[in-house]
């Protein structure tokens, strides 16, 4: 109804203007001198107006200019008036010339320009009016003060979005960006006043209530440090994370998130060989233990997407289990999937299952992977990370599994912890397996994931929510951090790469301070580090190492042709070697389990018990 009122309004304002522009068209081209005007052409002057009045009203009709909204008035809404002008106008020539009515026929060609100007003039005096008067008001009252990081395509929308909706309440005050050309230029009337390396100067004297960061293609080590710099002050700090969408422009400012520790920690994009990737699963029968786990679910997530002939889903805790089968359902109803609860111990139910369902392709994340709980629970460990892999490699062997991948851990290398040596042994046992099976075994290892069960991103964030203190046990202590979907392609690739007998190794960056860490997570909380929650450091638990390493000293690293994978050399391991320590290891665990930290230092000699790391 609303908007019918308007509507009709704007016809009348527009019969209004039509006639005006004739008359104006008309002196404009005598001179402006009505005198001048030959009696023959005033006398149907009335006919054409009214004919001129209903040819023009039809025409911006069809042209829907009465259904524009013209408080967002745009590039699109000029071209529409200037098109229904011209139509109009060659409409009524057309009639002129065909009527012999005695008018000159230029008329018509200075009422094209007349129809704009007043037409579209006051369509677009309406959104001034709005943006000067109404817009104006709005901002200005508790209006926030904007710095965009990025001067670039993203920042000019933003800006846009700003100015067009004054219920944002946000004025953009300035620019910053790296491209020195741009400095001291303005956009939309915005300026750009300095580098990205000089925020916290510039927020200070703008006295900047908010920083958007615009930079979708920006590094995150660039993103971090417009991050760090606006966290000297008590900025609040936002951001675009993708262009994905820019098309849409009208949806920018939705996408404005605040950052996420995911923003300052991750990673460059990863780039999939998608068709690799898919020869192995489309059509295969897949099979991931641990399936409700982090990295489990994950890699089921990613794997629906290859169309796999069946997917199995085994876990020993139903919940987990039961949460991703019910996402999977839903997401691809046609996926034939089948969720298994069984535990990985239990080599007769492996067996049952295997003969089963004969998976093509094997990804076992199936694992205990918590450092300090495994060092006072270090039976388990072993039954669950060797015997549980033992268990699950020879089924895949019997069963005729075309391919294997183990999902191992930066842990494992150099251990310090149980946790670490067991997961050693499980990349030995396949190693030493792949060489005498049809089945290509190998390894995946990478470090800490973002936001896994048990990590420390959400511990820090229970402790924050709980008013602190955050407890990091060392002030240098350091660890390589990715995402869960990020570590999950990577595997997926790597797996589409294996020959059989490598562990390949994810490059993952540089390593990050564990106390920056809990401070970034802090700032991004709200508080301020130190002053509203508190950093304790409590030491180096059990087992823990002060950094991490990816790889042996022995293997070396191969560039593969993923700049982000590369591959160890091949280390033999003679099974049968192994076996009779595993035989000898399950004897200890059961007759003396005090003697098998001692004992898994034969099998693993580069495993070096810490009691407090290292």
Known sequence: MKQKIRANGLIAIDVFLVNISLVIAYLLRFDLNYANIPERFIEPLVKLAVISTVVKLITYAVMKLYNSLWKYAGIYEVVMVIAASFISNSIMISYVFLSQTPVPRSIFLICILTDIALIGGVRFAYRVFRRIVKGEMIRFTNSKRVLIAGAGDA??????????????????????????????????????????????EIIQKLQIDEVIIAMPSASHKKINDIYTGCAQTN??????????????????????????????????????????????????????????????????RQIANFLPKRLVILDNYENNAYDIQNELLYKHPDLKLDTVIANIREKQKMENIFK????????????????????????????????????????????????????????????????????RIAEMIIQAMNENSKTEFVAVRFGNVLGSNGSVVPLFKKQIERGGPVTVTHPEITRFFMTIPEAVQLVLQAGAMAKGGEIFVLDMGEPVKISELARNLIRLSGFEPDVDIKIEYIGLRPGEKLYEELMLSEEGLLATKNDKIYVTKPVHIDFKVLQRELDCLKDIMVTNSEEISEYIKLIVPTYKKAGNGN
Not at 166 to 171: D, I, Q
Not at 360 to 367: E, G, K, P, S, W
Request: with cysteine; net charge neutral; aromatic share 4%.
């Open 235 to 300: 900025c609040k700090v936002k951001i675009l994370p993708s262009v994905s969408q820019l098309i849409d422009e009208s949806v920018v400012m939705q996408k404005i998130r605040d950052v996420n520790i995911e923003d300052l920690l991750g990673r460059e994009p990863v780039y999939l060989d998608i068709e690799e990737i898919g020869s192995y699963l489309k059509d295969r029968v897949v099979m991931v233990t641990g399936g409700g786990g982090s990295i489990g679910s994950e890699l089921c």
């Open 356 to 423: 089963k369902y004969r998976p093509d392709v094997v990804f076992h994340a199936a694992a205990h992977k918590h450092v300090p709980l495994m060092e006072d629970n270090p039976t388990e460990a072993i039954k669950n990370n060797v015997f549980g892999t033992l268990n699950v490699a020879e089924c895949a062997d019997k069963y005729g599994t075309k391919r294997f991948v183990l999902i191992s851990t930066d842990k494992a290398v150099n251990p310090t912890n149980i946790m670490g040596a067991t997961k």
């Open 155 to 200: 920042g000019a929308i933003i800006v846009k979005e700003m100015k067009s909706h004054p219920e944002l309440k946000s004025t953009p005050v300035a620019f910053v960006d790296d491209d020195k050309y741009k400095i001291g230029k303005k956009i939309s009337g915005v300026p750009v006043v300095g580098e990205t390396k000089d925020v916290s």
